[in-house]
Nanobody, 120 residues
């Protein structure tokens, strides 16, 4: 079974960079069929797709977040990471990593999520 687990600080100060890591077990992050994604959900709001990284390291980002978002991977550790710069309180959300099936834009495995609060 594929498992994903988010980790990182739960509190980030405004203007700083939010950094989270997703650790994957049960699969390789170089598998060609999947992309590795970050999704967030602000309190009371719907899910917002942030971006993804493919098996070969290609990245794509939500245009509304592209200028502040960076996704990278460490294949040896089976990890991929999210950096969101210049954060504001509006970036407070539950953050999730998930595996995406490329062919159908289906998220088949999710991490349990981690709450990140942006506050001074």
């Amino acid at each position: 079974q594929v498992q994903l687990q988010e980790s990182g600080p739960g509190l980030v100060k405004p203007s700083q960079t939010l950094s989270l890591t997703c650790t994957v077990s049960g699969d390789s992050i170089t598998t060609t069929y999947y992309s590795w994604t970050w999704v967030r959900q602000p309190p009371g709001k719907g899910l917002e797709w942030m971006g993804l990284i493919t098996y070969d390291g290609t990245t794509h980002y939500n245009p509304s977040l592209k200028s502040r978002t960076s996704i990278s991977k460490d294949t040896s550790k089976k990890q991929f990471s999210l950096q969101l710069s210049s954060v504001t309180p509006e970036d407070t959300a539950g953050y999730y990593c998930a595996r995406l099936i490329n062919a159908g834009w289906v998220f088949d495995y999710w991490g349990q999520g981690t709450q990140v609060t942006v506050s001074s």
